[in-house]
């Protein structure tokens, strides 16, 4: 193997051509790639608003307050209420869609966009592999409870109330964490819907 | 280049199991560990690296005249580092649900020493057909590898393999296989058993 | 309390050895002595408590403003190479003995998935300057605990009869499992 012997000049001359070359590729397969990442991303959205509304045959978009609400509609009735809570979680963010009932008085349905906890442990919050008939009993334990006064979490016990929440065991953390954030956004979306006047997106 | 070159089918071949990357050579462990919690995500993690593995090969053996060699590592991470992102954005764009899964692994590919070993210790000496042809080998080794270490766990942890159950309700899924712990063992015990195939080949 | 938390959770629960897989390389390759352990673990340290700092001001003042995300691994991965590097010489001018312990490491780093897993995760947690240096910190100290505890095992089972086919790779996954699920252990003790 020949060595190649070569000068500074060169050196930093090849490094900022292959630098250049791969910023310019990127750049291009960015643009190409980034409307589909948003598309898929919205596209998973509209999934989790269908699924934690009640049954309904139309959705539309409303800006209160500030705060985006997905509101489902069956005729000309409004049935249900959704909107994403976001937080933290024992790892980092986690983002969720919550369904309510119109009176942001009962829940119908949670789901969780992304979260990035501990792999196995409060991962289970979405997807628990050792319920086999029910994986994902931890966010099915929302539907219909009834955040009044807030929602709590009991450890080791079979809930007896209807705000009361099973913690996943090994993941205590992140079984509270989804409960606080949820807390915390009920209380203040309630604010927003009740209070605010609606801009129509959609 | 004194060394007589290998037949075009030698050339794929040894990577799947003389040379092959985990199993021999013991390179780009991180992910093999990390993602081989289900088949599906051993398979993908596998392509995405064989994409990058193929791709680098294939730059770097055409510039291999034009890097200078006090800068070629440098220049080799930049080219590695481009082709996983482009991996990671086709992934984030068209498989969104396995780009979750994978998550943080999927950059991580940059670092796999698997990579930047084969273009070390062979695009950089070697013609454009040849780094081809050992890519696709390592590539392909590295792949089954994975897949099989994910179809054993997600089999043992979850009863089932890329996502079709096979084993009945009578079957305790064995939870730790796809925890980490899960992935150490398995690994284990895969060496353990390509050093039994060798030593009763060497004999025979 | 949360610094103290994400340090802890680093370190031992979601050891990044033992649970993430980053930095396995280095753990089957530099555990066979419980000495070049740790100077490899502090090599580590050093390195990551730096890197944490430089990605995370990259990402934040230069790659953000500009909308450059995508060029996030490329620059993370170059930061990291020619932190090592900056790293090495520094130690090389300013204290010899120190250099003797740590330099042979050094080079092994830029490769070390860890390094970059760090960087990748302080982006995806979102952590702040502070939060992404203890993180760093926690990262580190928990890579120096894994490698050791390895080390010190490793020493003892070179005097263990080993089955013959696991001997080597094989034995060294083996008790890498049995720590990590030991490890597992750790996930009570913050869960309030």
Redesign the interface.
Known sequence: MTQHTSGSGKMVLVLTLIAALSGAILAAWDSYTAPKITYHREQALLVAISQVLPAHDSTRTVVRNGQTFYEAFAGDSLVGVGFQALGNGFQGQIRMMLGMTPDLESITGLEILEQVETPGLGTKIVHDPSQRSEPEWFTNQFNGLLPRPELTVIKNATPTHSNEIQAITGATISSQAVVRILNQQIESARQAFRTGSGVVHG | ?AKKQISIWQEIVKGLWRENPVLAT??G???T??VT?TAVNGLAMGLATSFVLLSSSLFISI?RH??????R???Y???I??F???A???L???F?VIS?SL??YV??I????LI?GRQEAFSS?NKIGRSLLDGIGMGLGFSLVLIALGMVRELL???SIFGITLLG?WFE?W??M????????T???F???A??IN?RRATA | MNLFLIFISAAVVNNFVLSYFLGICPFVGVSRKVSSAVSMGLAVIFVMAISSVFTWLIYHLILVPFHMEILEYVAFILVIASLVQLVEMFIRKVSKPLYDTLGIYLPLITTNCAILGLALFSVLREYNFIESLVFGLGAGAGFTLALVIMAGIREELDMAPVPKYFQGAAITMIVAGALALAFMGFAGLISI
Do not use: Y
């Open positions: 280049m013991l390179l462990l991180c992910p560990l990390a919690n510039l034009f890097i200078p060699h006090q800068v590592i440098a220049s991470i930049v080219i580092a481009a996983v992102t482009v990671d954005r086709f984030a764009g068209f969104p979750q998550g943080p950059p991580l940059v670092v796999n020493c930047l000496k942890g979850s009863g309700e899924p939870m730790v796809i925890l980490p712990p899960g992935a150490f063992l690994l284990g015990f060496i353990a058993i050093n039994w030593d």
